[in-house]
């Protein structure tokens, strides 16, 4: 019976999520595409749950619906209101759905194969049988700091340069234009201590629950965010010193460590495993902080002072402006 | 009944399937983003399906640092993606 | 006994969940919608989060699922408050 139920629950779930994102794909609506993109990845939260994930549940919630959504939302602001339909034949349409849908079937039987063949031999024995020495107790944490922390460290410096892509390219967004509510800057005052708190703690607990460096930065950039759009006309300016600081100084410490530990152990990134809960620690604080900026920074945009490119599209502007001044001045004359 | 791996694994292939159309029928940008998340999303479900060990074992954890760190490189992603449309939209009108 | 009533508790606040998500469906209006999904994230959800905490043995987390409740209740009102006031603003009565 408890089986049955379960089953039940299951396919409904996958049920509604392919329902989701189905509706997310194909609707013509750019508002509700976006919003059915932040239900679906509440939803996905939702499986993660269920699929005993809780360290990726609050990741999700956090990074996929929460920081992913207020990107795209900030995104859409100006957007153009035509209905998003695909402009190619229908010849083209028919080749991809079915392309599509002979993948789609071909990658079925490949799982379903895969499943079906033995277990062969899972990584996860080995995390659990050297999980004591590793200096921390959840095994998700042991594997993203100490196993496999030299992913981690490559993915601190992807986060470092897709931050200093949306910070080089445009401009600052304009704020928003209108009054903000008072109930919404009361809230946020209430919230943003809060949401703080509530970081520091899923940075500590990461150590033995589920939490982590990736949600508490997360967290903090969301309290960020949530400060920008209560009081927008207090937007502090950069201050440049303090930015490249805070943007760099996870990786700095990441590899500060790991050079540390290689003068010791031969090895690059080898916790001593006396030392190896602290240096996870401090690693993963350095790295909350470094994401939260990071985060933060993605959502407002904007050059900093002094980053500014060469000012060559604002020269070819004015030279643009010169020549044509010129062509119609020496048209009228001549 | 089909197991919960075999299940939320073909969720995770339809998932991927949806998006990958989505992303070769449109020509905008906002769209095709959307759909390439979704790829993600469905991605990501496979492997935690499969790192799925049943109701009172312990999950594998290699797939779940690695699909965290696929969300975090995921939202990363998307911005710089959003950083460049508005970028060409600029320079279009220029 | 202590699960009938949990379950009580769980079914009815799932009550009031299905009639929020029929009155987003089935209602005219954008104002009218916000008042069925208000109905739904605060006695919905104060219910299952009744239901569990009966559940639940340890009184730590039976505070922590209160906070939750109470978060959930002030960032309802507050997306409420602001979806209402764009609209007015804006002028729409439609979706």
Not at chain 1, 145 to 154: F, K, S
Not at chain 1, 271 to 298: D, K, M, Q, R, V
Request: proline share 3%; hydrophobic share 55%.
């Amino acid at each position: 019976m408890i089986e049955l139920l379960w089953s039940i629950f299951d396919i409904m779930l996958v049920l509604l999520l392919l329902a989701l994102a189905w509706t997310t794909c194909s609707t013509q609506d750019v508002k509700r595409a976006v919003t059915l993109f932040i239900a679906m990845g509440l939803l996905l939260a939702i499986v993660w749950a269920r699929l005993k994930a809780p360290d990726l549940a609050l990741a999700e919630a956090v990074i996929g619906a929460g920081i992913s959504g207020a990107l795209l939302l900030s995104a859409i602001k100006d957007y153009p209101v035509t209905p998003m339909v695909s402009h190619r034949s229908r010849l083209i349409e028919g080749i991809i759905n079915s392309l599509t849908l002979a993948l789609t079937i071909l990658m079925s039987w490949a799982v379903w194969h895969g499943l079906n063949m033995s277990d062969g031999i899972r990584l996860s024995e080995q995390v659990f049988s050297q999980l004591p020495v590793s200096g921390v107790s959840n095994p998700v944490t042991a594997v993203l700091l100490n196993y496999r922390a030299y992913d981690t460290l490559l993915e601190l410096a992807v986060v470092l340069t897709a931050v200093l892509t949306v910070l080089t390219l445009n401009e600052k967004r304009s704020d928003y234009q209108g009054s903000t509510s008072p109930l919404l800057q009361g809230m946020t005052r209430w919230l943003v201590p809060l949401l703080v708190v509530t970081s520091g703690y899923l940075l500590w607990v990461g150590a033995h629950a589920p939490g982590g460096a990736f949600q508490a930065g997360a967290m903090l950039a969301a309290a960020m965010i949530l400060l920008q759009l209560a009081y927008p006309s207090r937007r502090a300016e950069f201050n440049n010193y303090l930015l490249k600081i805070l943007l760099v100084i996870g990786i700095f410490t990441f590899v500060l460590v790991g050079l540390w530990m290689m003068s010791r152990n031969d090895d690059f990134l080898a916790f001593t495993p006396a030392w190896a809960g602290t240096l996870i620690l401090i690693i993963e604080t350095a790295a909350t902080i470094s994401i939260a900026s990071a985060l933060t920074l993605a959502y407002l945009g904007g050059r900093p002072g002094g980053w500014e490119g060469r000012g060559s599209e604002g020269k070819a502007r004015e030279d643009t402006h010169r020549t044509s001044r010129s062509i119609t001045e020496n048209g009228g004359a001549g | 009944m089909i197991s919960e791996q075999l299940l939320y694994s073909l969720a995770g292939i339809g998932l991927f399937g949806i998006g990958l159309r989505a992303t070769l029928l449109h020509h905008m940008l906002l769209p095709r983003l959307l759909a390439l998340n979704v790829c993600g999303a469905g991605v990501f479900l496979i492997f935690i399906a499969i790192a799925y060990g049943g109701i009172d074992v312990m999950a594998d954890p290699v797939p779940h640092a690695l699909v965290l760190t696929g969300i975090v490189v995921a939202v990363s992603a998307t911005a710089m993606a959003l950083a460049l449309g508005r970028r060409l939209e600029t320079l279009n009108d220029e | 006994m202590i699960d009938t009533l949990a379950i009580l508790a769980i079914f009815s606040g799932l009550f009031f969940f299905l009639s929020g998500s029929i009155g987003l469906l089935r209602l005219p209006d954008l104002f009218t919608r916000l008042h069925a999904l208000a109905k739904a994230d605060n006695v919905g959800l104060a219910l299952v989060a009744l239901g569990v905490i009966i559940l639940e043995p340890a009184v730590v987390n039976d505070i922590k699922i209160v906070i939750i409740w109470l978060l959930v209740m002030a960032a309802s009102a507050i997306s409420s408050h602001l979806v209402a006031r764009h609209a007015l603003r804006e002028n729409r009565n439609d979706d």
